[in-house]
């Protein structure tokens, strides 16, 4: 009569006695839930089917007016199987009998769902750290650590070990629950040729594997973790221009633990190790060139020289504390300005900058506003394929040297005159007898034997003797 009043309900209906709380009946939705017939169960007790006696017992006195119970449970199947439950517990008369009614609905693969949906979630979350720990590292060595140290976090992930190379020698990293003779027998796996996951991923040059214990294809691997009972194992492997860089192994106890739909997780993993790999070069790279310019810059502004650099439209795009100093202005009053504008220059000199090295000579207002006179020398910059891309200056003040050609040109203009005016004979002559001017007296007087001009070896007038006499006072006057 029960069964054919509960036989079409698709819930799994038990029902108790009140009294006994025995099992007079289960329909065959908990049959199938259970694995056990209704003649099987028949007279059992409510413990019977739960998975564990641990929990307590409990007598459920539910009366026919109060609103149903419910209640989560944890019912064993007869393969020993743990099945959880959604139960709802009533309380009825039925034939003139006490009843308690159990509704159970299955909550198993509802629970392996929820299961998988927090292990994923678990594993996006690990996935969002790493991104986060590996965007400021600068060496290889900082990102494999960082590397390690995150997927170890994760709850799901029992063991991790990794394994790199630094200056040769075989680094392997392993977490605090690792034991030294544990990690002593990874390490020498990896420098061996035994078979075991991460060989093969060298080997492949696969970016991962997973592997399932038990499976028999690495007996001597599996062997050295005899004392856990891991279900399964991920080898990542990262490699950059076909070098094997380092080799990460997770080890879980979970069985539903790196299913192959999470492949996209594992190459994404992969593919934020390379950015940060590609970033640490850049970085080091942005590094050093730093140093590098604030090592020239440091250069350039100790030279005295005045310099400018422009890019190839003629802007200023830098200029050194010398520029600075004798213009009397700041670096920050010039920079951008086109260079026709700081210098004054003619557009005739503008054109030739822009096209060739140049030297000449301009005239220049310096601090305190005089003006004076500088040399002008300029060189293109060129970039790694020979296109320029703008032009360095350097300015020379030549004032002193002005100032002494014009001494030496008034002075020879004196000696001249004083030549005209004398009327002795007077010649110069160098060192060696090599006549550079002659007295205007001295010129009539040779006229008339010889012609004798600048540039004629004096000596060869005289005698051999005359000549030798000449020679000994000349270079005692120069010696005295």
């Given at each position: 009569?029960?069964?054919?009043?509960?036989?079409?309900?698709q819930?799994?209906?038990?029902?108790?006695?009140?009294?006994?709380e025995?099992?007079?009946?289960?329909?065959?939705?908990?049959?199938?839930?259970?694995?056990?017939?209704?003649?099987?169960?028949?007279?059992?007790?409510?413990?019977f089917?739960?998975?564990?006696?641990?929990?307590?017992?409990?007598?459920?006195?539910?009366?026919?007016?109060?609103?149903?119970?419910?209640?989560?449970?944890?019912l064993?199947?007869?393969?020993?199987?743990?099945?959880?439950?959604?139960?709802?517990?009533?309380?009825?008369?039925?034939?003139?009998?006490?009843?308690?009614?159990?509704?159970?609905?299955?909550?198993?693969?509802?629970?392996?769902?929820?299961?998988?949906?927090?292990?994923?979630?678990?594993?996006?979350?690990?996935?969002?750290?790493?991104?986060q720990?590996?965007?400021?590292?600068?060496?290889?060595?900082?990102?494999f650590?960082?590397?390690?140290?995150?997927?170890?976090?994760?709850?799901?992930?029992f063991?991790?070990?990794?394994?790199?190379?630094?200056?040769?020698?075989?680094q392997?990293?392993?977490?605090?629950?690792?034991?030294?003779?544990?990690?002593?027998?990874?390490?020498?796996?990896?420098?061996?040729?035994i078979?075991?996951?991460?060989?093969?991923?060298?080997?492949?040059?696969?970016?991962?594997?997973?592997?399932?214990?038990?499976?028999?294809?690495?007996?001597?691997?599996?062997?050295?973790?005899?004392?856990?009972?891991?279900?399964?194992?991920l080898?990542?492997?990262?490699?950059?221009?076909?070098?094997?860089?380092?080799?990460?192994?997770?080890l879980?106890?979970?069985g539903?633990?790196?299913?192959?739909?999470?492949n996209?997780?594992?190459?994404?993993?992969?593919?934020?190790?390379?950015?940060?790999?590609?970033?640490?070069?850049?970085?080091?790279?942005?590094?050093?060139n730093?140093?590098?310019?604030?090592?020239?810059?440091?250069?350039?502004?100790?030279?005295?020289?005045p310099?400018?650099?422009?890019?190839?439209?003629?802007?200023?795009?830098?200029?050194?504390?010398?520029?600075?100093?004798?213009?009397?202005?700041?670096?920050?009053?010039?920079?951008?300005?086109?260079?026709?504008?700081?210098?004054?220059?003619s557009?005739?000199?503008?054109?030739?900058?822009?096209?060739?090295?140049?030297?000449?000579?301009?005239?220049?207002?310096?601090?305190?506003?005089?003006?004076?006179?500088?040399?002008?020398?300029?060189?293109?910059?060129?970039?790694?394929y020979?296109?320029?891309?703008?032009?360095?200056?350097?300015?020379?003040?030549?004032?002193?040297?002005?100032?002494?050609?014009?001494?030496?040109?008034?002075?020879?203009?004196k000696?001249?005159?004083?030549?005209?005016?004398?009327?002795n004979?007077?010649?110069?002559?160098?060192?060696e007898?090599?006549?550079?001017?002659?007295?205007?007296?001295?010129?009539?007087?040779?006229?008339?034997?010889?012609n004798?001009?600048?540039?004629?070896n004096?000596?060869?007038?005289?005698?051999?003797?005359?000549?030798?006499?000449?020679?000994?006072?000349?270079k005692?006057?120069?010696?005295?």
């Amino acid at each position: 009569m029960l069964h054919s009043f509960f036989h079409p309900i698709q819930e799994g209906i038990l029902v108790l006695d009140m009294e006994t709380e025995s099992i007079l009946y289960l329909n065959p939705a908990l049959e199938n839930i259970l694995g056990y017939s209704s003649e099987e169960l028949q007279g059992e007790s409510r413990d019977f089917i739960l998975f564990s006696s641990a929990y307590p017992r409990k007598t459920f006195t539910i009366k026919h007016d109060e609103p149903p119970l419910k209640t989560y449970w944890q019912l064993r199947h007869k393969s020993g199987e743990k099945k959880f439950v959604n139960c709802t517990i009533n309380a009825s008369t039925f034939a003139g009998q006490g009843i308690l009614l159990f509704y159970f609905t299955d909550r198993s693969e509802i629970q392996q769902t929820e299961l998988r949906l927090y292990y994923m979630q678990s594993i996006l979350r690990t996935l969002r750290l790493l991104r986060q720990n590996l965007r400021y590292l600068t060496s290889e060595v900082a990102i494999f650590q960082k590397l390690y140290d995150t997927l170890k976090e994760n709850p799901h992930y029992f063991l991790v070990w990794a394994f790199f190379y630094k200056d040769g020698e075989l680094q392997v990293l392993g977490q605090s629950g690792l034991s030294s003779e544990l990690k002593l027998k990874i390490h020498s796996f990896v420098s061996s040729n035994i078979p075991f996951p991460m060989r093969r991923l060298i080997d492949t040059k696969d970016n991962f594997i997973i592997h399932e214990f038990g499976n028999g294809k690495y007996p001597e691997w599996e062997s050295i973790f005899a004392n856990y009972k891991f279900r399964r194992s991920l080898s990542i492997g990262i490699r950059e221009k076909g070098q094997f860089l380092v080799g990460i192994e997770i080890l879980s106890l979970e069985g539903m633990a790196f299913d192959s739909g999470e492949n996209f997780l594992y190459e994404e993993i992969i593919s934020d190790v390379h950015s940060s790999l590609q970033n640490a070069k850049t970085e080091r790279t942005r590094i050093e060139n730093s140093k590098k310019l604030q090592f020239q810059g440091a250069l350039l502004n100790s030279i005295e020289v005045p310099l400018i650099s422009t890019d190839d439209e003629g802007y200023i795009t830098y200029g050194n504390r010398s520029l600075e100093r004798i213009l009397g202005v700041y670096k920050e009053d010039f920079i951008d300005l086109p260079l026709g504008k700081l210098l004054d220059l003619s557009s005739t000199i503008l054109e030739r900058l822009a096209k060739e090295e140049l030297r000449t000579e301009i005239k220049m207002k310096i601090f305190p506003n005089v003006e004076a006179p500088m040399l002008l020398a300029s060189s293109r910059i060129r970039d790694e394929y020979g296109n320029p891309i703008g032009t360095i200056l350097l300015l020379l003040d030549i004032t002193e040297q002005k100032k002494n050609e014009e001494l030496i040109r008034s002075s020879e203009i004196k000696l001249r005159n004083l030549f005209s005016a004398m009327n002795n004979g007077i010649v110069i002559l160098t060192p060696e007898g090599i006549v550079l001017e002659v007295a205007p007296i001295l010129k009539f007087l040779l006229f008339q034997v010889l012609n004798v001009t600048s540039g004629e070896n004096f000596f060869s007038l005289f005698e051999r003797d005359v000549e030798e006499e000449l020679k000994a006072g000349i270079k005692n006057c120069l010696d005295s």
